[in-house]
């Protein structure tokens, strides 16, 4: 029995390790890259964000949203950490759940794959582009580069359309589409968003913790908490990752609301600045030792009060109008960063045209799929990486098997 794997990423190093199980299984893994694993060295900025110890409870999205679970229970985040153990991957978890390699290198999670995949039953294809693929009477006929491969079963894990400047693409979506299979709307998510706001460019590079609030036409929309980052185009870090999906997709006035001490109220924070009074600071460092001060002097300056103002000369309306500032600083937003920004693509192929037990398609027997190709799209923080663990070893499994 041969079983074709078409990418080299995540999901289908995974799903090729499964299927090299059943020993009468000749698996062969298909990347048109010169290298495996290109996508997952560049992940947690180099760091490689593997799982999270909650991905098995929730926080997946797409049309099918329970599609996911039955992967993520069979094969959850306590079962990847010790399948990587095995492989020779120490770990380390954060407070958060996300759990990164010991090394705090990318890279030590694409080698010990690399490494595993050494095996007799295992071949690896590097360079090989997949032009076409049809089903046939005895299984699939593959071709790319001059090349006609035969299979009995096939497992397209190419991936999806985010990250296109470390091979994202299309060609996973064609091919299954080829196949009889139907594809959503391709968005981009976990990713940066754009603001017509010209103050940020003062702010590149500050980070700030804080809660997010999407609003759409002044109703809230969708919020989160966690590290903010400024860029010279607007927002990003995880807390705008975590609510980017779904932003600027329908017309309307996009703000989002920012509190940059949520679990202090305002009256608090006044208290405190009126203590500032006291001192005799300029209303410019109103906010040292609460913000980056860069912030800090922004925000002061977006409530009317002039930094060179003596603080001891500020009112309680001028306090109360930073301290407004602080808790509710509303950015207008453009658009979301494109494909090449993003982490990881929201929408794919009609999940529910696929077994959620096996993988394989419902349309065409013996054609699996696995990863991000398919309609789920995980929360920021290892999420998205756990389903390509579990999505593909359930498709390499389930492939493998004689009665499939």
């Known amino acids: 029995m041969t079983i074709g794997i078409i990418g080299g990423g995540a999901s289908g190093m995974a799903a090729a390790l499964a299927a090299a199980e059943a020993h009468t299984a000749q698996v062969v893994l298909l990347e048109r890259q010169s290298r495996l694993g290109r996508k997952l060295q560049a992940t947690g900025n180099g760091r490689c964000n593997l799982t999270n110890l909650h ?8 049309d099918q949203p329970d599609f996911s679970r039955y992967a993520l229970e069979t094969f959850g985040p306590e079962e990847t950490l010790s399948w990587f153990r095995k492989l020779g991957l120490f770990t380390t978890a954060e407070d958060s759940g996300r759990v990164y390699p010991y090394s705090d290198q990318a890279n030590s999670v694409v080698d010990v794959l690399r490494f595993a995949l050494e095996k007799p039953n295992i071949r690896v294809k590097l360079g090989f582009e997949v032009q076409r693929g049809r089903k046939t009477a005895e299984g699939f006929l593959v071709e790319g580069g001059g090349e006609r491969l035969c299979f009995d079963r096939l497992i397209v894990a190419c991936g999806g359309l985010a990250g296109t400047k470390l091979g994202g693409g299309m060609s996973g979506y064609q091919l299954l589409r080829s196949l009889g299979h139907k594809c959503t709307r391709l968005r981009p ?43 010279e185009y607007g927002l990003s870090g995880p807390v705008i990752f975590e609510i980017s999906r779904d932003v600027c997709r329908e017309p309307g006035e996009w703000v989002c609301r920012l509190d940059f001490i949520p679990h202090v109220s305002r009256e608090e924070l006044i208290s405190a600045l009126t203590a500032r009074r006291e001192t005799p600071l ?3 460092e109103l906010l040292t030792g609460i ?11 977006a409530a009317g009060v002039g930094l060179n103002r ?38 794919g192929i009609v999940t529910r045209e696929f077994c959620d037990r096996t993988m394989e398609s419902r349309l065409v027997p013996g054609l699996y799929a696995c990863g991000e190709v398919l309609d789920v799209d995980g929360d920021c923080g290892g999420y998205n990486l756990q389903w390509a663990w579990s999505s593909g070893r359930l498709a390499g499994l389930s492939a493998g098997r004689k009665d499939t």
Not at 200 to 223: H, M, T, W
């Open 282 to 284: 300029p209303a410019g």
């Open 310 to 347: 003596p603080a001891a000369q500020l009112d309680r309306g001028d306090l109360a109008r930073v301290a407004e500032a602080v808790k509710a600083f509303e950015v207008s937003l453009t658009e979301p960063m494109g494909m090449d920004s993003a982490q990881v693509t929201a929408g």
């Open 291 to 301: 913000l980056h001060n860069r912030l800090g002097r922004v925000l002061t300056q």
């Open 55 to 62: 991905a098995a409870e929730g926080g997946y999205h797409g």
């Open 189 to 231: 998510a976990l990713v940066q968003l754009k603001t017509g706001w010209s103050g940020v460019v003062g702010l590149k590079g500050v980070r700030a913790n804080c809660r997010a609030q999407i609003l759409r036409n002044g109703d809230p929309f969708s919020e989160s908490e966690g590290e903010l980052q400024f860029t």
